[in-house]
């Protein structure tokens, strides 16, 4: 093996660079497209497919903070509840004096920040494992919501500016909620691939003590990682108070296991350190169509649990095994 | 005597969850306003032993570092089983009972063979798994409800009181603590689910039976959820598919297990500890009740303790000098 | 070679890790009663074929005979079944285990089915014995025992098995002189006992100690096999790395620079009871070695001054102002310029399944980033310029970093540092386990570094580096300076006696 002379160090071909997950991910897309097509044609149907991207950009905006956190090797088990409370308190501050409208989106947002922080304070910092901070994060953003709205589903309207963020179609009938997720989608793949921090975030989920003794400040890292896993959380709990114009109790709880689900089956691994936002991208969309289909053929919800089940175990079997321990 | 020194050291967790539980049941019972009758007392149990038994389960296969996110579906599934086979004649109840005990062991068995020989990530392969176990809880009870010719009494023997008011369900308990986790612990087996847990490649160069040792704590977790899942079935006299049920039973005993000194990263704790984390766990919700507090607030309450205890774990970084030793 | 016939032999054995051949019809025979010697530069093959022995991978062509039948081993169970039990570089003990654990791992003493606790015990203390490790309680629990005393355990674990064939492969690499002393007594009375040992060492004297017999492996061929004492050290090593073989460390400068401020300052460095009041001064341009049997305080020394611990105590100075170093990441900040190559390139000093070009780029990505964007044209000719410069053996910079042999992932890890432009540099023993011509590359650039301003402090377990490379050795014993060496005064018998605070004159510490 001889070094390379020549700056032949040019960016590797596009076959090379995608991820092999990913694809494996569009191409079960594909299947259950045409699976699906054979029930209905209207499976194919260009309103059908929009819509499905449309529902699948909420779940897309929660996968993508799950995404952050997995790669750096942990887990948010606190999305459900942070979730509700992006919807719940931006909704509440809307009707909150003449400026509500105004900064309610921002003030969502930021409550899903400060869980977040509790969530990195409890990882980064106290080391507690973050299957355990997450679920008591989750737990004590239940405890809030249910202070908060009195135990009541709660009153209080989405703003106009969350339902034009969820429902509008401004642009040529694309959804605004497609728009949302796509602009935040290439800010995380930007952020993932082309900085430092994404360096680093691929860095810590592969091995940490290395990171650190490298010089890079793991603990702040992570920190800002369940910051964004936070924010992304309240943001999808917004764009779904607005698309229902009003937030409701327990509205996250759907949305943990497919946002995990979804960047796993998208080719990342679970223990951190490798995966790619294309993948999750596909992931998101092999979820949110599974589930639709499963719905549309009308099969009771017994028979919708197991197939869905069955189809992320058949799709893990394919592309998500682990190495064997003798070579 | 340097053993019960080692003795200690070994044990720890364990006994950290002990004198947790103490105290929780301490303040429960002196402040509850029936006060430390047996009724009392073996209201709690009954409940405590649901959640003690979830957690059992969790324990096992957390031993091997892995996580299982089915456990609390395996306990619906085994009680909508019993609901519908625990039947009067003395046949039907042991069919019915034996039947559940097998479900459940056939789930974790599915669990097992999917990590093992699918060499699928743990945490993902139960989350599928348990869609498919609750799939098939709500097939067999899309509504609430029992047998016709249920065998109501034979529950009663599980739930009410001994001698000397000493609840049946800790009786019950001490029996499967005694059956299943006292000889496992033990044996060769066990001692290689530790080992997996510790240092999964060392474990396979010593030669240790890696594979059979994951499979067997796949297998009990499953056995011992369903066994949570009878005893359900004995409190409630009903079968369920609740789906909450599910989640917080699953949530609770990571809660349990983390509570109970068991590492969850694998290799250390005991199914012990973990009856004591559940037991404590459990006593603090029902201190809320007992202190009156709102229920408006519980919930609340119930979070900020939870992340309080896991938290004071933390407090050993306090006397960390090598800052290298924080990371894995 | 004798009359006595081989208890174990290879034949034709290959083995291919995707385009690689890591063994090629590679041939051995072992006889009872001999210790045998394998020799070779990491990926040479040498672990390659332990493992293949060992049953913990199996071989893609030829056949293995075991007292003259022809065997195949399904697992390491299957291996120890036959009789050969292995000590592997990588411990194969459990850390939350207790020792006797450890050592009845395979197999315990049962009674009813449930582990006999009592005779677990019994048998495990008379392997410890065997070991010559009495003095370990066999319920302390493995984690808590320093890296040299598992690997006693870690031999008493294959001695309690009462193998035939027993291999050793680099099984001292973390002892102290005077265990290894020990170990080595215990493997000849083992010979003498009739076991046929394989032992792979990169450490000369030790071979030269105990084998019987030697095989040279290179490129995963046998290139050579003989009785030992039938070859020079000169011969051995150009067998090994099949080129001529002349002097392996580079010139020191005649006389260094005077009168500048140093540019690194220790005074009364205590942290922890590990290190008690050290203080040292390195100039630019100077190579200071820390010498001393293992774990006297040198690994702490520089992790402290990189900033990996807390609650030091002491001064330091860089460039002549005193600072507070808290963390690595201000260690490595331009205000210090310091870079640590750690102890374990596997896990401190590369993340394995990331790219060699990420790996490469990781400790200097201020410099190919613009407000945390990376500059991708930046990062390829970085990678480029370290690639070239430290001739780092790679097929493309995509591939991951695990795939490159010992060598050559010791150098991405220096080269990260590299990036970084250093001034001073800090190595943990960044020679254990390479091959010879690594080495001799490493030591070059060391002296290219310092003549070119840097400041050097270099700890080795090697006592020929210490005296090859180094301006000055400071010998540690027990957290303190024990002595301090200068130039000529840099020894065998010095560095040995002030390592085993043997007081040999009256220097003063610095």
């Known amino acids: 093996m001889t070094s390379q002379n020549a700056p032949t160090a040019a960016a590797p071909s596009?076959?090379?660079?995608?991820?092999?997950?990913?694809?494996?991910?569009?191409?079960?897309?594909?299947?259950?497209?045409?699976?699906?097509?054979?029930?209905s044609s209207s499976f194919l149907s260009p309103e059908y497919l929009l819509q499905q991207l449309k529902v699948a950009s909420f779940l897309g905006v929660v996968a993508t903070g799950m995404m952050i956190v997995i790669l750096l090797g942990q887990i948010d088990l606190s999305a459900p509840w942070v979730i509700a409370v992006g919807g719940m308190m931006s909704a509440s501050a809307a009707a909150f004096g003449p400026f509500g409208p105004w900064i309610n989106i921002p003030f969502g947002i930021g409550c899903g920040v400060a869980l977040g922080l509790v969530n990195g304070v409890g990882v980064a910092y106290l080391r507690i494992p973050s299957m355990i901070v997450t679920l008591a994060v989750n737990a004590v953003a239940q405890g809030l919501m249910v202070v908060h709205t009195g135990g009541f589903s709660p009153q209080d309207s989405a703003s106009p500016a969350m339902r034009f963020l969820a429902t509008g179609e401004p642009v040529f009938g694309v959804p605004n909620a497609l728009i949302v997720w796509g602009i935040v989608g290439l800010g995380a793949w930007f952020l993932l691939k082309r900085t430092t921090f994404g360096r680093a975030v691929y860095a810590i989920g592969n091995r940490e003590r290395a990171a650190y003794l490298s010089g890079v400040d793991t603990q702040k890292v992570t920190l800002i990682a369940f910051a964004l896993s936070g924010a992304l959380s309240a943001f999808g709990g917004i764009l779904l108070a607005g698309y229902a114009s009003k937030a409701a109790q327990a509205m996250g709880d759907p949305y943990l296991l497919p946002?995990?689900?979804s960047v796993?089956?998208?080719?990342?691994?679970?223990?951190?350190?490798r995966g790619t936002y294309l993948g999750t991208v596909a992931g998101v969309i092999l979820v949110t169509l599974l589930q639709s289909i499963l719905s549309v053929m009308q099969i009771p919800e017994a028979g919708r649990q197991i197939a869905y089940g069955l189809v992320i175990l058949a799709m893990l079997l394919v592309y998500g095994r682990g190495d064997r321990l003798r070579t | 005597m340097r053993d019960w020194r080692f003795w200690l050291a070994e044990n720890r967790g364990t006994l950290v969850a002990l004198a947790i539980f103490l105290v929780m049941f301490t303040i429960y019972v002196s402040n509850h306003p029936a006060g430390f009758t047996a009724n009392v007392v073996n209201t709690a149990a009954n409940k405590g032993v649901l959640l003690a038994l979830v957690a059992m389960a969790q324990t096992m296969v957390v031993l091997t570092s892995g996580i299982d996110l089915s456990v609390g579906t395996i306990f619906v599934l085994c009680n909508c089983v019993a609901s519908h086979l625990l039947l009067v004649s003395p046949l039907g109840t042991i069919f019915g009972l034996l039947v559940t005990l097998a479900v459940g062991a056939l789930c974790g068995a599915i669990n097992g063979v999917l990590v093992?020989?699918?060499?699928?990530?743990?945490?993902?392969?139960?989350?599928?798994?348990g869609a498919v176990y609750y799939g098939l809880a709500l097939w067999l009870r899309p509504d609430p409800g029992v047998a016709d010719d249920f065998n109501g009494d034979f529950c009663d023997l599980f739930t009410g009181k001994l001698a000397f008011g000493v609840p049946a369900s800790l009786v019950a308990l001490t029996g499967v603590v005694l059956i299943v986790w006292a000889p496992f612990s033990r044996s060769a087996l066990g001692r290689a689910a530790y080992a997996v847990g510790s240092s999964e490649l060392s474990a396979y160069m010593s030669g240790a039976p890696v594979k059979a040792a994951k499979f067997s704590v796949y297998v009990l977790a499953g056995l011992l959820a369903g066994i949570g899942g009878l005893y359900l079935t004995f409190l409630t006299q009903s079968g369920e598919a609740s789906s909450a049920n599910a989640s917080s039973y699953t949530l609770f005993s990571i809660a349990s297990v983390v509570l109970g000194g068991v590492s969850l990263f694998g290799g250390s704790g005991s199914a012990i500890g973990a009856i004591f984390g559940a037991l404590a766990f459990r006593a603090i919700g029902d201190l809320l009740f007992v202190f009156n507090i709102e229920p408006l607030w519980q919930p609340l309450f119930q979070g900020v303790v939870l992340l309080a205890s896991v938290s004071i774990g933390a407090a050993r970084l306090v006397g960390v000098r090598n800052r290298l030793e924080l990371f894995g | 070679m004798h009359a006595a016939s081989p208890l174990f032999a290879m034949e034709g054995v290959s083995k291919f890790y995707g385009g690689v051949r890591a063994l090629e019809?590679?041939?051995?025979?072992?006889?009872?009663?001999?210790?045998?010697?394998?020799l070779g530069e990491n990926g040479a093959g040498k672990s390659t074929l332990i493992k293949i022995m060992a049953g913990v991978v199996a071989p893609d062509e030829g056949r293995m005979t075991l007292s003259g039948e022809t065997v195949a081993f399904a697992s390491p169970v299957a291996a120890q079944a036959a009789g050969i039990s292995c000590i592997f570089q990588e411990l194969s003990l459990i850390p939350d285990l207790s020792v006797a654990d450890n050592i009845l791992i395979n197999a315990?003493?049962?009674?009813?089915?449930?582990?006999?606790?009592?005779?677990?015990?019994?048998?495990a203390e008379?392997?410890?014995?065997?070991?010559?490790?009495?003095?370990?309680?066999?319920?302390?629990?493995?984690k808590d025992l320093p890296l040299s005393r598992r690997q006693l355990v870690e031999i008493a674990k294959a001695l309690a098995r009462e193998p035939r064939i027993l291999i050793l492969d680099e099984a001292t690499s973390a002892l102290a002189a005077a265990d290894v002393a020990q170990v080595l007594n215990l493997l000849?009375?083992?010979?003498?006992?009739?076991?046929?040992?394989?032992?792979?060492?990169?450490?000369?004297?030790?071979?030269a100690e105990i084998a019987d017999d030697c095989t040279i492996f290179r490129n995963g061929r046998n290139v050579a096999s003989f009785k030992a004492g039938d070859k020079n050290d000169d011969e051995i090593v150009e067998l090994m790395i099949g080129r001529e073989y002349h002097s392996v460390f580079p010139p020191k400068p005649a006389s260094r620079p005077d009168g500048e401020r140093p540019a690194l300052e220790v005074k009364d460095l205590a942290w922890n009871n590990r290190l008690k009041g050290i203080s040292l001064t390195v100039g630019a341009g100077e190579i200071v070695g820390l010498g001393g049997l293992d774990g006297q305080g040198q690994r702490d020394l520089l992790l402290a001054l990189f900033g990996a611990l807390r609650g030091v105590a002491g001064e330091i100075r860089v460039g002549g102002e005193a600072v507070n170093v808290t963390s690595p990441r201000r260690a490595k900040s331009a205000a210090f310029g310091m870079a640590l190559i750690p102890e374990d390139r596997k896990t401190e000093g590369l993340m394995l399944p990331m790219s060699i070009g990420d790996n490469l780029t990781f400790a200097a990505l201020d410099r190919v980033s613009r407000s945390g964007v990376l500059d991708a044209r930046a990062e390829r000719a970085m990678i480029e310029r370290s690639v070239q410069s430290l001739s780092i053996k790679i097929s493309r910079a995509e591939a991951p970093v695990a795939s490159l042999s010992g060598g050559n992932q010791q150098k991405v890890v220096i080269g990260k540092w590299l990036a970084a432009g250093p001034r001073i540099i800090l190595l943990n023993d960044p020679t254990r386990g390479i091959d010879v011509g690594t080495k001799q590359e490493i030591y070059g650039l060391l002296r290219r570094l310092a003549d070119s301003g840097a400041a050097i402090v270099f700890y080795s377990t090697d006592y020929a580096e210490l005296i090859g490379c180094c301006d000055r050795v400071l010998v540690l014993y027990d957290g303190a300076v024990k002595r301090v060496l200068i130039g000529d005064e840099i020894t065998e018998k010095a560095l040995i006696a002030s390592a085993l605070n043997l007081g040999v004159g009256t220097e003063a510490v610095e």
């Not at chain 1, 796993?264 to 350190?273: D, M, R």
């Open chain 1, 14 to 39: 596009l076959l090379q660079r995608l991820d092999k997950a990913a694809l494996a991910a569009f191409a079960c897309v594909i299947v259950l497209l045409l699976a699906g097509s054979l029930y």
């Open chain 1, 264 to 273: 796993v089956l998208g080719g990342a691994s679970i223990l951190g350190g």
């Open chain 3, 126 to 142: 008379a392997a410890l014995a065997k070991a010559g490790a009495s003095d370990i309680h066999p319920r302390t629990p493995v």
């Open chain 2, 116 to 129: 093992i020989f699918g060499r699928l990530q743990p945490i993902v392969a139960t989350i599928a798994t």
């Open chain 3, 25 to 38: 019809k590679a041939d051995l025979v072992v006889l009872p009663g001999r210790v045998h010697a394998i």
């Open chain 3, 108 to 123: 315990p003493p049962t009674r009813l089915g449930l582990i006999d606790r009592a005779r677990q015990r019994e048998l």
């Open chain 1, 259 to 261: 946002a995990i689900a």
């Open chain 3, 188 to 207: 000849g009375r083992l010979r003498d006992e009739g076991l046929a040992l394989l032992y792979i060492s990169h450490r000369m004297h030790e071979i």
